[in-house]
T-cell receptor, first 115, second 115 residues
Framework: GENVEQHPSTLSVQEGDSAVIKCTYS??????FPWYKQELGKRPQLIID???NVGEKKDQRIAVTLNKTAKHFSLHITETQPEDSAVYFC??????????????WGAGTKLIIKP | DTAVSQTPKYLVTQMGNDKSIKCEQN?????MYWYKQDSKKFLKIMFS???????INETVPNRFSPKSPDKAHLNLHINSLELGDSAVYFC??????????????FGPGTRLLVL
């Protein structure tokens, strides 16, 4: 079945520097890749997503890139700020045998922004 | 105007007890989910319902029984609670579009502690 691996599990960066989180997936049929942010004690919330017909998408300081050939996608955060500290989850969507879609989640990356 | 709500927010109970968690969404979505998030922050899908029909039923002990009285509600009943059930349980909802890929909106979570 589909497997999504996420690295690193913890990332500590200096405020103002960039952060990159990487995910790989196994099912070449996956075609939707969202990223969720979960602040401490809060619910996961979608921050950006990308579909397989696009190689890159940007929204202010965050961007996501997708390499379908290599089956990996990455989240890039530039000019990091203290409020970027959170756990970030990647996911990949695959079609099940019953034609329903299911998100397969990465294990999460704890991003720490050092002042 | 909360989109996805859960009750209770906190639940502390003894081993062996039976408890229920309720979830409601006012987004008009067709699909609802239950996730378990353990202390390592991994998001594990438990169940998914689409228009009151169970479509995803992952490997979960049969002590866990979901129930969807209508498409706006998805409740989770847990029998004979065990220490290992301690976790945060998130409800989520999404809307199937033409692309069949959709954002999941999470509830605030229910923090369950089994003593």
């Amino acid at each position: 079945g589909e497997n999504v691996e996420q690295h690193p599990s913890t990332l500590s960066v200096q405020e103002g520097d960039s952060a990159v989180i990487k995910c790989t997936y196994s099912d070449s049929a996956s075609n939707y890749f969202p990223w969720y942010k979960q602040e401490l004690g809060k619910r996961p919330q979608l921050i950006i997503d990308i579909r397989s017909n696009v190689g890159e998408k940007k929204d202010q300081r965050i961007a996501v890139t997708l390499n379908k050939t290599a089956k990996h996608f990455s989240l890039h955060i530039t000019e990091t700020q203290p409020e970027d500290s959170a756990v970030y989850f990647c996911a990949a969507s695959r079609e099940r045998k019953d034609s329903n879609y299911q998100l397969i989640w990465g294990a999460g990356t704890k991003l720490i922004i050092k002042p | 105007d909360t989109a996805v709500s859960q009750t209770p927010k906190y639940l502390v109970t003894q081993m062996g007890n039976d408890k229920s968690i309720k979830c409601e969404q006012n987004l008009g979505h067709d699909t609802m989910y239950w996730y378990k998030q353990d202390s390592k922050k991994f998001l594990k899908i438990m169940f998914s319902y689409n228009n009151k029909e169970l479509i995803i039923n992952e490997t979960v002990p049969n002590r866990f029984s979901p129930k969807s009285p209508d498409k706006a509600h998805l409740n989770l009943h847990i029998n004979s609670l065990e220490l290992g059930d301690s976790a945060v349980y998130f409800c989520a909802s999404s809307q199937r579009g033409l692309a069949k890929q959709e954002t999941q909106y999470f509830g605030p979570g229910t923090r369950l502690l089994v003593l």
